[in-house]
């Protein structure tokens, strides 16, 4: 892979005043596209993200690997009760979580996020996250973005270089889980759900028109809107929804309990196909990183599959005031992150690598205890050049932290979405980028 960075970096470097012209178009484009985050158009470098073809079977064997485990553990949680309490979810998500399966696909859509040594192809699980699982529209703007660019051209010309597709993708992989629906009908129409507060997402837009452009019918609607009358979940259109394909995370839709009603009931009754269920929340709440290490999750698991997550999932339990004392946490504050059991967007997340004083460290560890925080250790990030000439003309080379993210459609990786930053840690609440990803092979 430093071969083709290396090349790239030279023609930068040896075409710089052309680099600058043409990172404004790269910048005047992004500006007027679609990829945008609650409002704010999305930040990127000059240079993409780059994998070779090696690296990208590796990623599709790490994912569908895991993807076996985390169908395993939600069939357990299914189905014993002992296992369940390892979670502690509330009595209402577990009946919601309970509910019979009524397609066959347990986790329909997910993109799990890794932290990847290029150099020795290691890796550590970062998250899980389901159905709320995003930025597929980042990466087809910021592709078609870097097109833009004389350098990309150039790179052209000595490498072969093919994305993922993202959008028509996974309308196919989402039909091919509605047909096994217990309740299927032929032309199913589609709704696409959350909590939008009046801000639709361009993704949704473009979600909407891929479905559109495969010969369905499809709504975008604020969840709490539905209405739920003679066994029929309607739009606020009136049109009846016959699937649904949800990006309101769990979480939110329990905080909401009493304003999405309508959703809830015609998910219980099986009058809407609910893509994903709530089935999902098993493995996107965090808690699942301590359950994966336990005792009763080993005793399900074949031998290649325990080695698997001892060697890939951090260490993580819940942080209490034994787990504190057990390893020194407030006095080894590198060592370690913490982070809510059930969250998103890095909301609530702290590591101690991050510039933390000792004494905020401490007074954040201290503060969480017994307060359905997880205690993670602490994994450090692979670390590559590139160049803001994007944003400023004197910009120099720096190293930028990375995080892989590996979409998930009905069990098959379907892409991969990358993420930099200039801090350790990879997030909105700090200085987390994307970058547009490629496949490179020499010609």
């Not at 990309?152 to 091919?176: G, I, P």
């Not at 460290?361 to 670390?383: G, I, M, R």
Request: glycine content about 4%; proline content about 2%; overall charge negative.
């Amino acid at each position: 892979m430093q071969k083709a960075e290396e090349f790239y970096k030279k023609l930068v470097d040896d075409n710089f005043v052309e680099s600058l012209q043409s990172a404004k178009k790269q910048q005047e484009y992004i500006k007027t596209s679609t990829a945008r985050y609650h409002g704010y158009f999305v930040h990127t470098l000059y240079m993409p993200k780059m994998f070779t073809e090696e690296m990208a079977a590796y990623f599709k064997k790490a994912a569908e690997s895991m993807y076996k485990i985390l169908e395993k553990v939600i069939h357990e949680y299914q189905t014993n009760a002992e296992y369940r309490k390892l979670f502690g979810f509330d009595e209402k998500l577990e009946k919601l979580i309970l509910r019979p399966n009524h397609y066959e696909c347990a986790l329909p859509i997910a993109r799990i996020d890794i932290f990847f040594n290029e150099d020795d192809f290691s890796f550590k699980f970062c998250e899980f996250n389901a159905d709320g699982s995003s930025a597929m529209n980042e990466d087809k703007e910021l592709n078609q973005a870097i097109r833009l660019t004389s350098t990309f051209d150039k790179f052209t010309e000595k490498y072969n270089v093919r994305t993922y597709e993202l959008f028509n993708s996974w309308v196919k992989a989402f039909m091919d889980i509605y047909r096994t629906y217990d309740r299927a009908v032929e032309n199913p129409h589609i709704a696409i759900v959350d909590f939008f507060g009046g801000d639709i997402s361009r993704e949704f837009t473009a979600f909407q028109k891929a479905f559109e452009d495969s010969g369905l019918t499809c709504e975008i609607c604020e969840i709490t809107d539905l209405s739920y009358e003679n066994g029929k979940l309607l739009s606020p259109s009136g049109k009846q929804i016959n699937a649904i394909y949800r990006r309101a995370v769990t979480c939110d839709i329990m905080r909401n309990y009493d304003k999405v009603q309508p959703f809830i009931k015609a998910a219980e009754n099986n009058d809407v196909c609910l893509i994903g269920d709530f089935k999902t929340q098993v493995i996107h709440n965090k808690i699942v990183f301590k359950v994966l290490h336990d005792d009763m999750t080993s005793a399900f698991l074949t031998d290649e599959e325990k080695q698997y997550v001892k060697d890939h999932i951090p260490y993580t339990a819940s942080l209490t005031q034994e787990e504190i004392d057990k390893h020194d946490v407030l006095n080894t504050k590198d060592k370690w992150v913490i982070k809510p059991e059930d969250s998103y967007a890095s909301k609530g997340v702290y590591a101690g690598v991050e510039g933390m004083s000792d004494h905020a460290w401490k007074e954040e560890v201290l503060s969480n205890v017994d307060n359905h925080y997880l205690l993670q250790e602490y994994c450090t990030p692979y670390a590559t050049w590139n160049i803001d000439i994007t944003h400023d003309e004197n910009a120099k080379y720096k190293k930028y932290s990375n995080i892989t993210g590996m979409y998930m459609y009905n069990g098959k990786l379907a892409g991969l979405y990358s993420r930099i930053a200039k801090n350790s840690i990879i997030s909105t609440q700090y200085s987390e980028m994307s970058l547009p990803t490629i496949v490179v092979s020499e010609k």
